[in-house]
Structures are given as C-alpha cells and as structure tokens.
C-alpha cells in the first residue's frame, strides 16, 4: 500500500521528474563549470520568476494558462518606450515606467477578461490568438503610430524617416539594472517608512470609521520599525547595507538563521506563553534540515558557487513579495471567490458570487503582475527589443510553469519557482551542450524551442489523459479534455511558425 | 394587520399562518403554458409534499420561487407571492436567499476540492477587516478559518452528523454530500423555508430513512419545508400536507391525515386516457408466450442518470408494448443498453440470439432499430438534409443505397432521392425539400425523419424512446397511428418507451412500469389508475419482477 502510494506521488510529478534528469544530463553533456551555470540561472530566476508566478491568479480561477500575459507585456513595452522618450532615468524612471504601465495593464486585463467571458471553457486558445491579434495593432502603434500620428522627434528612438520606432532600444542609460542595483540601505529605509505610513494610517481610518484603535499596538509596532532602522546606522551593518547585491553565501546563511530563529519563536511562544499543543517534532525536522543545508555550505563544490554568485535583492525581494501575494490572496474573501469559481463556476453562482466579475478581476490581475514583470526582465536584459521582447513571453513563462509540474487547474508558488529553475537551467545549458555533441549550437537551440513548445503540448496531453482517465467512458467530460488537447496541439502547432 | 382585515378579498383568514404563500401563478414559455393558476400554502414548521409527474410543473413553480434567471428572461411569471404574509417579488436567486428561501439541490452544489467548511459557508465567507480592505473594500478581508469552522461545526451538531468540518467534501459517500447541504442551508441566518428536491433519489435506504429523521429534526425547530418527491411511502411518513400538480394545473392540496396512498396515487396519475389513436380495424395478430422477440435476463445497464438494475422481462413477438416510469428510474436506460450506446451486462436474446452487448451495432444487425429520446444529440445529423439521415444508417449497417463496381461501393443517389421522398410523403414530414437540413426542422418532423431513418434498416423490433416528447398534438396522434400501423400490417414488434402514461395506455398491449432500475408491474392498459401511480411511486414493488413474462 504504501509502495502504492509512493509510485502514485512519483507518477504525479512525472513532468518534474523527466525535467530534473534531462537538466543533470545536459548539464553533464555541455561540459560547463557548475558555477557558470548557477551565475546564469540565478540571473534568469531573478528575470523570468515574475512573469511566471503572474500566471497563478488565472489558474485558481479556473482560467487556465493565461496566454493572454503577452498583452500585459506590451503594456509594459509601450510604458518604457514613453519613459525612455521623455528621458527618465534609474529608479525613478523605473517606477515612473511601472505607474504609467499599470492604468494601461488594467484596461487591458479588463478587455481580456470580457472576452474571456465570452468564451468560457476555451480561454487559453483564445488567448493565444488574442495574443497574435494585439501583436499586429502593437505593430501598428510601433510603426506607424509614433511618428505617423504622434509627432516623435527622438533620432535616438525613431527610425530615419521619423515615422516608426526603431528595431531595439538600448536602456542602458536609462533603465537598466535600475531595480537590481537598489542598495539594501535604500530597501531597509523604504521600508520603515511603508511600515510608520501604514500604521498611522490605518489609526487614522480607524478613527474616522469610529472603531476602537489598538494604540498599545500601535506604538509597539512603530518602536520596534524605528529599532530597525536604527540598527543600520551602526557603521558595520551600514557598510554591508550599502552594497547591492547579496552574496548567494550570506543569502543561505542569513536564510537559515531566519528560519532557526522563527521556529524557535513560535514553539516558544506557543508552548511556553499560549500553552498550546505544538508539533514539536516537526518543528525539530525543519531545525535540523536548516542545520544540514548549513553543512552542505561547507562542500567545496557548493561552496564555490555560494561565493560566486551574487543576488540583486531588490528583484528577489520583488519576486518573494508576489509570492506573498498570492498566498495572502488566497486568504481573502476575493481569494476564496475566484477558487470557487474555478472549482465550479455553476456552484459559484448559485452561491450569489458574480463569476464574471471574479473572473475580470483575476484577469486584470494578472495582467497587471505580468506587465511589472516585464519591466523587471527589460530592466535586467538592458535592450528592448522593440517588435520582438513580447512575443514569446506568454509561451516560455506557462512553459516553464508547466515544466514545474503545475497543471491547467492547479498551480502553486512553489511549482512556479521550480519550473522557472528546471526551464531555465535547460534553456542555458542545451545550445552548450549541442555544440559539445555534435559540434553545432544550432542544435542546442532547436533544442530549446523545441523544449519550450513540447512541454506545453506534452503537459496538457497529460492532463488531459489524467483527466479522461478519471472521468471513465462516460461523454460528459470527453469534450472539456479535447477542448484542452485542442489548445495543446494547436500551440504545438504554433510552434511551426515561429520556430521557422 | 388592521388595513389586512379590512380589505377581505380573498377572504383569506388563514393568510398569516402561512410562511409562504404562491397564488394564481402561472407561466408561459414561448406560448407553451406550463403553469396554470397553481396555488401552494405551506405553514411554518410543517413538511409539505409537493408531488406530480415529470412535467407537472413542479421545478417551475420552483423556479419561479427562487427567481431564477431562466424565469425572467422568458418574460417572468404572473401570479402573487407572499412571504409571512407580506407580498413580495423575487427576481433574482439572491433576493430569495435574503427572504429566507434555501434549497437542497437535487445534483449536489458542492465543491470536492473545499472542506466541508468551505463548503457550507460558501459565499458567505467570515472574515476581519484590515488596512488594505478598509481602502479598497470587504473583497479583500482575510476570512477568519476559525470562526467559519465553528460555525460549520454547529450546523453539523445541528442535524446530527458526525463528520470534521475540516474534511475535503471530494472524498466523502453521496448520502453524506446531501447533508453537507442542509448543513449549509441551516447555518444561513433567518432561513424560514428550505425546498428538498427528491432529495432521497441518490440515497440508500438507510440514508434516506436518516435524512427522513434529519427533515422533522428541522421543521420541529420552525423552519417550514417543501418536499418534491415521488415516493409515496415517504410522503406518508413525514409530511403534514401536500399539494398534487398535474400538467401544470392545480389539482388538489390534502392534509396527510386526512388522505391515503391510493387516493394520492390517484390524484397524481388521475386523467381521462384521451384517444390519442383510433381503431385500426380488427385485430388479427396472434401473441404467444412461446414466441418472444427479445428477452432480458438479469440485464444491468450503467447509464448515467437512468440506472437499469437488474431487469426480468420477455417481450412477445407481434405485441406493442410499452414501458413506462418517472425519469431516472432506469426506463431510458433499457433501450439504450439493448443499442449498446452504454455498458450493459446480463443476458439479452433477440428472437432467440444472443446478442453480445460489448460490440457496438450487435443490435442492429439482428433487425432491432432504435429511434433515440436524445433527438439532436444522438438521433439526428442537425446539419445533414433529411435525405442524408434518413438513409445513412442504413447504409452503414446493410449497406444499402450504393451502386457496386467491383470492391467499389458509390453512393447511388437517385435511389436514396426515391426512398427519401416515399418516407416524406408517407410519414407527413413538412419540409421545404429532402435537401432540407435536419436541423431547421420542427421538433415533430425531426421525430419523423428519425422514425424514417429507423424504418429505413427494414427492422423487425423496433425500439421507439420518447416518441412525442417535445411535439405537438397532431405529429403525436400522426406518430402513434403510425406506430400501430406498422405493428398491425407489418406484424412488427414495437417497444414504446415514455414518460407519457395517457400515450402508452392507448397503444400498448401491456405496459412494464420501471422504478428504481427494476421491473415494478406489467400492467394492462386498463388497469386502474391507482395500479399504475402505485407501481410507478415504487409502492407494487415487491414481488413485482416475478410477474415477468
């Protein structure tokens, strides 16, 4: 029985584990030092993770693989070109670009959604289409647009004869790393005053609305925000503050001394103070798995990569930050609708939830996230390929969602952070590995696209057995699962297209 | 109250006493009068049986009271409603949940993924506030899981069911889904009338005997229950009164006490047999028992909704005969299984053959032809023209219909033209032109085309499910005379499947009543109508399978 149980649990992530041995595999084949292939990886997580985790939202509600996150990148690409026009720079410019985007990524996803709703059952084809249609009137902006309607005068931008935007624009001067280079310093201070707004503010509404404010609480909260500030004006903890990036050594450490810290809290706080039952040995396992992780450090291999790598953590406090928000969404009452919705969209009605509107909702979400996502991976890349940065995001970020063992219908953080590691890992070390074996990059790349396409195809194939598999003989749901295979062959079937 | 004196219209004294109260209602659809003038009563605390046929217009008048969409969309209703005694007008399904209407829903609305909590605090979710809600709005409160499931946890105590509320509801046993829903309708705050739609359908015995005891738990706290069922047996256990429907008219509203099982019976099925057929002449046939055109043993079929148990029965070569029941009692489920359009098992012979039910087309290659109840699903190519559907099982089947060269098979056209306008012209089908697509048809000429299509294969046992559901009169009348000819000239065996009682006792030579996916009776066509409300509420059940034959 439990043998049973264990070849059930391998089986369900059979995607993950087929992905795992063609990663070691071709990481064994292209012959590359592991700390180049880490250095590489962690720059595509930091990229690619928030473009992917966009994608959760829409499946929770029972809308599939969201194709339609491409639009939310072009919204994000009309922003930047506006930015880079006018000429703002850095961070400012960063979030400038990113408030301009939002308004924009809105419409969109509420477009998107309406349509959607249109064609219950079908979204994600429709998506993929949707996507192809917004390419050619993007085009039609880029091209003709600018320049054309709207006088742009910006040689740097505009191609000779003025009307249209040249291929790539470089941002090198603008944008670029303007998010990754953010000095925790910086972060920590920001922060702090988030925390001393949000504070005050909440007693402020708390006030108008007659409520009673908790001010002990209050306080406790302020003083303990303004220890921590004060904290970074000791000179060392300033010097370490001040740089930018975090060593991938520190990261770990500083990562297991939080979790000992916080397990040791909460048994202590519970057991002690609240005087509850407490898991203690589960508490116990997750110690000593922080201990273990601490002496693998130790291993010269690891501890070469540790020390090679270097995080920006302003991206990855970004991409922690997304993955908090679904979690938390999740949690609420807007959360709990869009699951049921998902669930059963009969059930939800019944229930007195508006499906539609739950359903835009999702959609404007995650195309808001997917346009922010796409500002951090311009801002990372540096050049903005004008007619080409948009076009395959939708394919490689459900991809490598898929690749993370996530199906049309359920879909977690965790699978997205694995998918992105697994996708990527393969999309860096496959060219290399194709030179190796057979003396031609080209391969490797054939490769890739190929990976990138037969995963979506070969992941919705599967789910689609599974899901006839479960159902029986009976007709009922033999349609939803075509319907499901239709989108994966007819994205396979895209793939002719671009690949060639 | 005062003004309510005065005006004694209605001279309604009682009017108080009742927690809900439908007057006069009645409905159209697209000029089809589903309800007429029904009245219902029901007083607070008390279980009400409303009971009626498939078609007598009980999941209207339900409808209608929960304001669903399908009601207002068509043009709404006329007719009174009154809650606690104060008129009220329900428009949308969240108007009546705030009047304190729940249901019970017949297919279950839950959820298999969620707990049993989630489940039963769906869309009304507990939760606190915090900053981010207090700016953008209660969607975006943290629910407090806590309290929620304390909440479940007493709604379970409530009805007596020992379960976690913390349970994912995927994995639990049906009997225990439907009382995931009451649960769920109990916890709603001020719920004065819960509406059971044959909740005991789905249920084994004992599940339902519990849910029986669980519904006078419930209205012995004060909360007034409708109970849509066609079990008399239960009706006579719990309910203190009921209201009989029959073809969307009012029949009567009796106090159990004061009634018995024959007269419900009767009041249910109780209709003047119309004439729906002439005499044909004399009848010259000979039946015999030693000559059976199909024979059933132990025949079990696993369609969806129309379970077919276990069924014993002998069908005489030359005899219409007919089968009868309420929906989802296994009827439809015959024919079909026989077709090989579900899994069946068991054995079944034709004129003596075994037939070997796992080969799709078994049947219909020992003559037996099959008109379908699912019309445009199964029984029609919709986007064909008539000629083409009338002939392609034939072709498919005995290959009809083809000039042959050789190995080479071509469709021989003018031969399909002839057959095509002989059946138009003999079966009356109103067409523009045999071109005409099958799915521009009315719903009677459809039922032509697939009578045609089935007459088509030269069949000596021809099965014919539902033959007048969704026509008018007259194709009706045209149908079953044709039924009857065929049989009478032809000597063909025809079996009749409807939920049309009146139809089958004017053609039928005997008449099986299916309920609960066994044989309840055979029964002649001029049995009393008692007999047959009996046998079809699952009253004549015992012993009823022996009289096979």
């Known amino acids: 029985m439990n043998k049973r149980k264990i070849m059930d649990q391998l089986f369900e992530q059979k995607v993950v584990i087929l992905f795992v041995i063609l990663c070691v595999l071709t990481i064994i084949a292209s012959k590359q030092p592991l700390t180049f292939v880490a250095n590489e990886l962690f720059t595509r ?18 809308m599939g693989l969201n194709f339609g996150i491409v639009i939310g990148a072009m919204a994000a690409q009309i922003a930047v070109f506006l930015t880079t026009h006018w000429g703002f720079v850095g961070i400012g410019g960063f979030l400038l670009t990113a408030l301009l985007a939002t308004p924009m990524a809105v419409f969109f996803g509420f477009l998107v959604g309406k349509l959607f709703n249109k064609a219950k059952g079908s979204e994600m084809i429709c998506g993929l289409v949707l996507g192809y249609f917004a390419d050619g009137l993007y085009q039609l902006l880029f091209l003709f647009i600018f320049g054309g ?6 040689p740097k931008l505009m191609i000779a004869t003025g009307v249209g935007v040249k291929n790539t624009i470089d941002l090198k001067d603008t944008i670029k790393y303007s998010l990754d280079t953010v000095p925790m310093l910086t972060i920590v201070e920001i922060g702090f005053y988030i925390v001393v707004a949000a504070i005050v503010l909440s007693a402020l509404i708390k006030l108008i609305q007659k409520q009673p404010v908790n001010w002990k609480k209050s306080l406790i909260s302020l003083v303990v925000a303004g220890a921590v500030y004060a904290v970074t004006f000791i000179p060392a903890v300033e010097s370490f503050l001040a740089a930018d990036r975090l060593l991938l050594l520190w990261a770990v450490e500083l990562w297991i001394a939080i979790v000992l810290v916080w397990q040791i809290a909460k048994f202590l706080w519970l057991k002690v103070i609240r005087k509850e039952d407490v898991n203690v040995k589960r508490t116990l396992a997750i110690c000593v798995a922080a201990v273990l992780v601490y002496a693998i450090t130790y291993i010269p291999a690891v501890y070469e990569i540790l020390i090679y790598v270097r995080l920006p953590v302003m991206t990855y406090l970004c991409i922690a930050g997304l993955c908090l928000f679904n979690t938390v969404l999740m949690r609420t ?22 499906v539609d509107r739950t359903r835009i909702t999702a959609m404007i979400f995650s195309t808001v996230l997917a346009s922010w996502g796409q500002l951090i991976f311009l801002q990372n890349v540096g050049t903005f390929s004008t007619y080409g940065a948009h076009t395959q995001v939708g394919q490689f970020a459900i991809a490598a969602l898929l690749v993370g063992g996530a199906s049309v219908q359920k879909a977690t953080n965790k699978q997205a952070i694995l998918g992105v590691v697994l996708f990527h890992t393969l999309f860096i070390v496959a060219p290399l590995a194709g030179k190796e074996l057979f003396g031609n990059a080209m391969i490797g790349e054939y490769f890739r696209v190929f990976v990138s396409y037969g995963v979506i195809a070969l992941a919705l194939a599967m ?35 671009t690949a060639g | 109250m005062n003004n309510r004196k005065a005006s004694d219209k209605g001279g309604m004294t009682l009017e108080r006493s009742y927690v809900l109260k439908m007057d006069n209602i009645s409905k159209e659809y697209s000029g089809n009068r589903v309800l007429k003038g029904v009245s219902l009563q029901v007083r607070p605390g008390e279980i009400h049986a409303l009971m009626g046929e498939n078609g007598a217009g009980k999941s209207t008048l339900m409808n209608i009271l929960f304001g669903m969409p399908v009601i207002h969309s068509t043009g709404g209703f006329e007719g009174t409603i009154e809650v606690d005694g104060q008129p009220v007008k329900i428009d949308t399904p969240v108007k009546a949940m705030e009047l304190g209407i729940g249901m019970v829903h017949q297919e279950f609305m839950l959820i298999p993924g969620f707990t049993v909590t989630e489940n039963i605090k769906i869309g009304r979710e507990l939760s606190h506030p915090n900053l981010v809600s207090r700016l953008v709005g209660k969607s975006m409160e943290i629910l407090d899981r806590a309290a929620m499931k304390k909440d479940a946890q007493a709604a379970l105590d409530t009805i007596g069911l020992k379960l976690s509320p913390s ?33 005991t359908a789905v249920l084994t015995e004992s599940e339902a005997a519990r849910l029986l005891e669980t519904m006078k738990v419930i209205a012995s706290r004060g909360i007034a229950i409708i109970f849509i069922t066609h079990r008399l047996d239960e009706v006579m256990e719990v309910a203190d009164s009921l209201t009989v ?21 009767e009041l249910m099925i109780g209709r003047k047999v119309e004439k729906l057929v002439e005499d044909q002449g004399e009848d010259t046939r000979v039946l015999s028992d030693d000559n059976i055109a199909v024979s059933l043993r132990n025949y079990v079929v696993h369609m969806p909704g129309e379970l077919v148990k276990g069924v014993d029965l002998d069908i005489r070569k030359g005899e219409i005969f007919g089968i009868g029941g309420l929906a989802g009692q296994g009827k439809l489920g015959i024919p079909n299984g026989i077709m090989g359009l579900y899994t069946a098992s068991g054995e079944v012979r034709v004129n003596g053959e075994l037939l070997d039910l796992s080969r799709l087309g078994e049947a219909l290659h020992h003559k037996v032809a099959f008109v379908s109840e699912d019309r445009r699903g199964v029984g029609l190519l919709l986007d064909e023209s008539i000629e083409k559907n009338i002939v392609f099982s034939a072709m498919q089947v005995n290959n009809d219909f083809f000039h042959k060269y050789g190995w080479i098979r071509l469709h021989n056209g003018s031969a399909t033209r002839r057959h095509a306008e002989e059946m138009v012209k003999k079966l009356d089908i109103r067409c523009t032109g045999i071109r005409q697509m099958a799915g521009r048809l009315s719903g009677g000429n459809q039922q032509k085309v697939c009578l045609a299509r089935a007459l088509t294969l030269n069949p000596e046992i021809l099965f014919v499910s539902e033959p007048t559901r969704g026509i008018d009169i007259g194709a009706k009348k045209l149908v079953l005379e044709y039924l009857v000819k065929l049989n009478r000239e032809q000597g063909m065996t025809v079996i009749v499947v409807s939920s049309e009682l009146a139809e089958l006792r004017s053609v039928c030579d005997r008449i099986a009543i299916v309920s609960d996916g066994r044989l309840a009776s055979i029964l002649k066509p001029d049995d009393s109508d008692a007999d047959f409300g009996l046998a079809m509420s699952g009253g004549l059940k015992q012993g009823g399978g022996q009289r096979a034959g």
């Open chain 2, 245 to 265: 429907l029959r073809d969307g008219e009012f029949v009567a509203r009796r106090e159990i006490a004061e009634t018995s099982v024959v007269e419900i019976a």
């Open chain 1, 149 to 154: 309607v709207i006088p742009i005068n910006n």
């Open chain 1, 45 to 62: 997580i930091a990229r690619n993770s928030f473009l992917v985790l966009a994608l959760i939202i829409p499946v929770l509600a029972g």
């Open chain 2, 167 to 199: 349970q994912k509801v995927g994995g639990l046993p049906v009997g225990y889904m439907q009382f995931v829903e009451i649960a769920r309708e109990i916890d709603k705050t001020g719920i004065k009338l819960l509406v059971f739609d044959e909740p």
């Open chain 1, 333 to 354: 009452r807007l959360g709990q609708n869009m699951r049921t919705v998902g669930q059963s969209r009969v059930v939800a009605n019944a229930a007195g939830i508006n």
């Open chain 1, 463 to 497: 789910h689609a057995w599974k899901k006839v598999a479960k159902v029986g003989p009976s007709t009922e749901f033999a349609p939803a699962s075509a319907g499901a295979l239709g989108g994966g062959s007819s994205a396979s079937a895209a793939s002719g297209g």
